[in-house]
């Protein structure tokens, strides 16, 4: 066969007899010397350009002063790697490895990376947690007004402690509450809820106080009957009398006459409830059992006379208001 790449070379003198069939074999013409000589300098320089398509194997060392470029696949003891990797040695005598770049969390340091290449872009939302961020690195100048909205503020965190000298005392919610329509209560000196006086409220702070305001529109319905009204926190009586004796005790007393007229009653009581859980103010209401006709009437009069001219109608309310302690 004819020898056309230097990879057809036989590394037995004997047999290399022709060279891309010029004949060299023992014996040939002087005049193929020369056509023969330039044939293996054409064959070497294909295989030095990679223009052979022959590949180079070395198991012996390889020394080179100049630029060692590589085209194509590039072996290490059969093993190519993988994208990515680089030649580890493994000291003398030792083929080297291919090795997958890895960095040590401890090699990566504030001090080994810019400013300028740490960007918003590059960290992930998911990555930013407040257990890495330091509190003095969160000052309100880094912090814009429009970032802090009532809807990112609990109220728990709102306390008398965290407001500016004279802020006390202010105003933090207010609720109201009103009863259009009418309600009788017969005879019992079991206090029963005004149906539609009761407003449920969460205090901000333990410390804060609970302003009531009250305006009730009540009526007897004989001259010896008693109307009772009572202000509760839960189930708790606030705002009552003192203890006196067997009387009935209330925040209001209410005695009409015999033609039950109505009368309003309208307070206020400042109540320190002392929690932060949902507390519920309502107004309560008895009427005097001793008569049989005895009966307290809420929002109308006794005799109650459907007539543009007569009686009428009336409403009653209660307001509550948060204020800071």
Not at 132 to 157: C, E, M, P
Not at 233 to 260: F, M
Request: proline share 2%; hydrophobic share 35%; glycine share 8%.
């Amino acid at each position: 066969m004819a020898k056309t790449k230097v990879s057809q070379w036989d590394s037995v003198a004997a047999n290399n007899t022709d060279i891309n069939s010029i004949n060299i074999n023992e014996g040939c013409p002087p005049s193929t010397i020369n056509n023969a000589i330039r044939e293996t300098m054409a064959q070497i320089k294909d295989w030095q350009d990679g223009s052979s398509g022959d590949g180079w194997t070395s198991s012996g060392t390889i020394t080179s002063s100049g630029t060692f470029a590589v085209t194509g696949n590039f072996t290490v003891d059969g093993a190519s790697g993988t994208s990515g990797q680089y030649l580890t040695s493994a000291g003398s005598g030792s083929t080297p490895t291919w090795t997958t770049l890895s960095i040590p969390n401890d090699a990566v340091t504030t001090a080994k990376i810019l400013n300028a290449n740490v960007t918003t872009a590059k960290i992930a939302d998911s990555n930013v947690t407040t257990a890495k961020i330091a509190d003095v690195n969160v000052t309100t100048a880094k912090i814009a007004d429009s970032n802090v909205t009532t809807a990112k503020i609990a109220d728990g965190n709102i306390t008398s402690a965290k407001l500016a000298t004279g802020v006390g005392g202010k105003v933090l919610q207010v609720l109201f509450a009103q009863k259009t329509d009418t309600q009788t209560l017969t005879k019992s000196l079991t206090f029963q809820d005004i149906t539609g006086l009761n407003i449920t409220i969460t205090p901000s702070s333990s410390s804060n106080k609970i302003l009531v305001m009250y305006n009730v529109n009540m009526a007897n319905g004989d001259d010896e009957g008693h109307g009772y009204l009572r202000l509760h926190r839960d189930t708790t009586n606030i705002g009552s009398a003192a203890s006196a004796g067997s009387r009935t005790t209330a925040i209001a007393v209410v005695n009409t006459g015999g033609a039950g007229q109505m009368q309003c009653v309208s307070g206020t009581f400042l109540d320190s409830p002392s929690t932060t859980s949902a507390t519920t103010y309502k107004l309560l209401a008895a009427s005097n059992p001793v008569n049989a006709p005895s009966t307290t009437f809420i929002n109308r009069s006794n005799r109650d006379t459907d007539s543009a001219n007569n009686d009428g109608r009336a409403s009653s309310s209660i307001t509550i208001m948060e204020i800071a302690g």
